[in-house]
């Protein structure tokens, strides 16, 4: 089992970046993969970004590609979301997740196939 916390979140104005962290609880954090998703009010809970166990496949959202980039730190049990460009429409909260995905990380991973969640950390981008 995993515990995760996010931070980094805070207020910024279009244009703007900002570097999101989740730290793991636990030895075993290289064996999990790791995403990144958030949720708007109204909104269901979307996909950002995933990174694999050891940082060798990425896979974006369309809306992050170019602007967002994932990594993370073996050693230092954290993952990280750098966003860039940062938009009005990237206001969410944003969540952490892991999963030790046994049977393979793929294309087109979303939340169900997550265990372990973090509680959020709150991005808001002014216009």
Not at 49 to 62: N, V
């Amino acid at each position: 089992q995993v515990q995760l916390v996010e931070s980094g979140g805070g207020l910024v104005q279009a244009g703007g970046s900002l570097r999101l962290s989740c730290a793991a609880s636990g030895r075993t954090f290289s064996s999990y993969v790791m995403g990144w998703f958030r949720q708007s009010p109204g909104k269901e809970r979307e996909f950002v970004a995933t990174i694999s166990w050891r940082s060798t496949t990425t896979y974006y959202a369309d809306s992050a590609k170019g602007r967002f980039t994932i990594s993370r730190d073996n050693a230092k049990n954290t993952v990280y979301l750098q966003m860039n460009s940062l938009k009005p429409d990237d206001t969410a909260v944003y969540y952490c997740a892991a999963d030790r995905m046994t049977n393979g990380l793929r294309a087109g991973v979303g939340r169900d196939d997550f265990s372990y969640w973090g509680q959020g950390t709150q991005v808001t981008v002014s216009s």
